[in-house]
């Protein structure tokens, strides 16, 4: 939108709505502070969850759970690449048995573990609940659960994965002598696919065409900029609804649909007393426009290489937790109340969409309801920072 269109109430921002305190009511007015322990000064690296745990606990759901889980790597489906720069299998689980793909995907970026939890907890429970709203969703969807996008940089700590020389086992640098580090959220462009990470998920992708796709993420420890209360959790669209992008997409109908996500996936988290939710941005006024990301990229139907002929595409939403590894951000205490979030909101997310309800929320419910900063501009990876 231009400044123009922007209502006052949107420049006020939230955060001084709900300042002003009782003046205001409706569901849209933040819950009471969130209760999350102070993270502490250290990060629990033992803590975290490695690559060797995931598939531990693959396997593991595979021999023992009550329905059926597939488990499988990249190599034994067959994609051209398969492995890691590093050389290690890609592993993808699936459940269900209905028509309807479905992807969630964690921790592209390496360092921002609970992706990996949060989506193990909620394939355990597709795997093991008897439970209605869990039938349900086993029964119209098969959905792809990918714990772990970026093994390589989860062992390293890092969020890139890094080149590699199989032959020498060495980083294979530039010219200057340095290793090169690729953000795997921003290399499903169609000048891009540097890494084999991308290669390999992206084909794997053209051959499941999910219908919906969900990506978890960590975002440091964001606060509300008018009260500096912690925000816990923020719903992201990786394509600006209404910027530059995404009403162009399918007659606009993803402009909509990702909108409807999010906005159910607020409303079924509302009341949670230990949950602060806003919209993701990256500063004051400034929301992204990425398109070489994966859940953008595959919004946009990429198809690179020749692999996607068809054009598929399919709405896709993130979800952004509080903390990283970096000291100070992801302390043990916090752990289980940053996994739980994710896991209601995914929940959320997946039982709205096999029942439908997701398609009856009000998308404004996104733009007036869900806190979040004014849009005055987009960041982008194709045009730099755009004028709202
Ligand atoms: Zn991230």
């Known amino acids: 939108m231009s400044p123009a269109q922007i209502s006052r109430r949107t420049l006020l921002g939230w955060g001084s709505l709900v300042a002003i305190g009782g003046s205001v009511a409706g569901p849209g007015v933040a819950s009471a502070a969130p209760n999350f322990p102070d993270p502490g000064k250290d990060t629990p690296l033992a803590a975290i969850r490695t690559y060797g745990d995931m598939v531990d606990q693959l396997r593991k759901l595979e021999r023992s ?44 970026h390496g360092n ?5 939890d949060s989506s193990l907890t909620v394939l355990k429970r597709l795997a093991t609940s008897g439970a209605k709203e869990w039938r349900a969703i086993r029964e119209e969807f098969t959905v792809h659960v990918i714990p772990c ?20 086992d060495a ?42 796709a ?36 399918e007659g606009g109908e993803y402009d909509v649909v990702t909108r409807q996500m999010q906005g159910h996936v607020w409303l079924e988290t509302l009341n949670r007393g ?38 598929h595409s399919n709405p896709a939403v993130f979800f952004e937790t509080s903390g990283n590894t970096r000291d100070g951000n992801i302390g043990h205490k916090a752990r289980g109340k940053m996994v739980k979030q994710n896991v209601l909101g995914l929940t959320a997310w997946l039982d709205g969409l096999a029942t439908g309800e997701v398609f ?29």
């Open 360 to 388: 009856d929320v009000d998308p404004q419910i996104w733009d007036d309801e869900i806190p979040g900063t004014p849009v005055l501009q987009y960041f982008t990876d194709w045009g730099g920072i755009i004028p709202a």
């Open 274 to 311: 230990f949950i602060s939710t806003d919209k993701y941005d990256v500063g004051y006024g400034t929301v992204i426009d990425i398109r070489g990301g994966v859940v953008s990229a595959m919004m946009l139907g990429l198809d690179y290489n020749g692999l996607n002929p068809t054009g």
């Open 112 to 116: 921002e573990p609970y992706g990996l």
């Open 149 to 168: 996008y970026n093994p390589d940089g989860s062992e390293g700590n890092i969020r890139q994965t890094i080149l590699w020389d199989r032959e020498a």
């Open 214 to 249: 969900l990506d978890i993420h960590h975002q440091g420890l964001k606060t509300d900029r008018e009260t500096g209360e912690a925000i816990t959790f923020s719903l992201g669209i990786s394509l600006a609804p209404g910027g530059p992008t995404l009403p162009g997409i």
């Open 171 to 212: 980083p294979r640098l530039d010219a200057d002598g340095n290793e090169q580090l690729v953000d795997l959220n921003r290399d499903w462009a169609p000048d891009a696919f540097v890494a084999r990470e991308s290669l390999a998920w992206y084909e794997y992708w053209t051959m499941v065409k999910p219908a919906y």
């Open 65 to 108: 759970s009550r329905y059926p889980v597939t488990v499988r790597t990249l190599s034994e489906i067959g994609t051209a690449e398969s492995l890691t720069e590093q050389g290690r299998e890609l592993y993808v689980a699936t459940v269900g048995t209905g028509d309807t793909p479905v992807w969630v995907q964690g921790r592209i």
